[in-house]
């Protein structure tokens, strides 16, 4: 009867250190992907990410909001101003007819999409026109019609510090300065992103972006 008892003592704290290890290990883990320290070439892009957002306005925004189907219009003025500074040549069409009245530029909805997909990794497909903003945004079913816009103040992000917490996302902290002047700092900002893969490649999805201005 003692062997017996004794047996079934042993098995339970075998059981007991095994469940132990396992908290041990999930808690390591934890503290193991929160104290990650990235390197500056690393916050250096994390910069150059979150500035394709702040360039065009966007300092403060839940990515949820934004990338609501319903209300598709921040979305696409997104996907169209995105391209419009940064892929002007490459992306960004004359209207083929003269004097067209939604605007002499034009940009495919392709495009577009795939901006979204690129920063929010979310798969947009619900392409319709934007009447109520300026410049306004008509979609002819292929292409969206607009006027160019310049002359306004950009202002980028710079990244000072990322951790890296237990989800897997990753916290950005840094400031926001004038595109014109890396002196002059008009603002911080905390950005929440997750990694993920495009084209391949190693990059972020924005998931939040908080910004405070001095």
């Excluded at 007991?16 to 990650?36: D, N, P, T, Y």
């Excluded at 997909?117 to 979310?122: L, N, P, T």
């Excluded at 980028?156 to 916290?171: E, F, L, T, W």
Aim: hydrophobic share 35%.
């Amino acid at each position: 009867m003692k062997g017996r008892l004794l047996i079934k003592e042993k098995q339970q704290i075998k059981r007991f250190l095994l469940c132990a290890a396992l908290v041990l290990l999930s808690i390591s883990s934890a503290f193991a992907a929160s104290g990650r320290n990235f390197t500056a070439e690393e916050m250096r892009r994390m910069g150059v990410f979150l500035s394709n957002f702040t360039e065009l306005g966007f300092m403060t925004f839940d990515a949820g909001d934004l990338t609501n189907e319903n209300d598709p219009a921040d979305m696409i003025r997104f996907g169209i101003r995105h391209n419009y500074i940064n892929n002007f040549r490459s992306r960004i069409a004359q209207c083929r007819v003269n004097n067209c009245r939604w605007g002499s530029l034009t940009i495919e909805g392709k495009h577009v999409t795939e901006s979204i997909k690129k920063y929010f990794d979310v798969n947009f497909t619900r392409h319709t026109s934007v009447t109520d903003s300026d410049p306004p945004y008509h979609y002819d079913g292929t292409r969206y019609h607009f006027q160019g816009a310049d002359g306004e103040a950009i202002f980028y992000a710079r990244v000072d510090k990322a951790v890296q917490n237990s989800s897997g996302q990753i916290v950005m902290t840094g400031e926001l300065y004038d595109s014109d002047n890396k002196d002059h700092i008009i603002g911080s900002f905390e950005a929440l992103a997750k990694p993920y893969k495009y084209g391949g490649r190693d990059t972020w999805s924005i998931i939040s972006l908080r910004s405070q201005y001095h």
